[in-house]
């Protein structure tokens, strides 16, 4: 494995255990990672139709619309008829899925602040740059500019 190899290994590690770590201590206070940033979406966006959700969370809809199945059984969203095209179901959030983000989103503030907060704000500056610099290189690749572009001699660490 190579340095930058293992680099990856432990940036996708240390995601994906404060990730589980955070779904874990919000789900035993009432709702999963996932349910409260449908819900503080939701919040903030107003009444949202389940295929813009899927969209913006690069999931199928199929999968949305399974989530907010049960998301409605508990009572936390509604779905209500859109004015303009009776075809569409707009999604808002109950009083209960408010109180359901009152109660989970500082868990995650706090995370967030006891795993961030032990860098100094040198180490934060340093780490908010290498992680723009990563996005960065994401966004090229995305974008077709990177790896797979058609020109096999562009090094995408220019």
Request: charged fraction near 30%.
């Amino acid at each position: 494995m190579t340095d930058l190899d293992q680099l990856s290994t432990e940036f996708g590690s240390l995601f994906l255990r404060m990730h589980r770590l955070l779904d874990r201590r919000m789900s035993a206070s009432g709702a999963s990672l996932a349910r409260t940033k449908l819900l503080m979406y939701v919040d903030r966006h107003g009444p949202a139709r389940a295929a813009d959700i899927a969209d913006l969370f690069g999931l199928a809809p199929r999968t949305v619309t399974e989530a907010l199945d049960g998301m409605e059984r508990d009572g936390l969203v509604l779905r209500e008829p859109d004015a303009r095209d009776r075809r569409v179901k707009r999604i808002s959030i109950t009083p209960a899925g408010k109180r359901a983000i009152e109660t989970t989103e500082p868990l995650r503030a706090k995370l967030v602040d006891l795993v961030f907060g032990t860098l100094d704000p040198q180490e934060a500056a340093q780490l908010s740059g290498i992680v723009a610099k990563l996005a960065a290189a994401v966004a090229r690749e995305e974008e077709g500019a990177g790896l797979g572009c058609a020109d096999p001699e562009r090094d995408v660490r220019d």
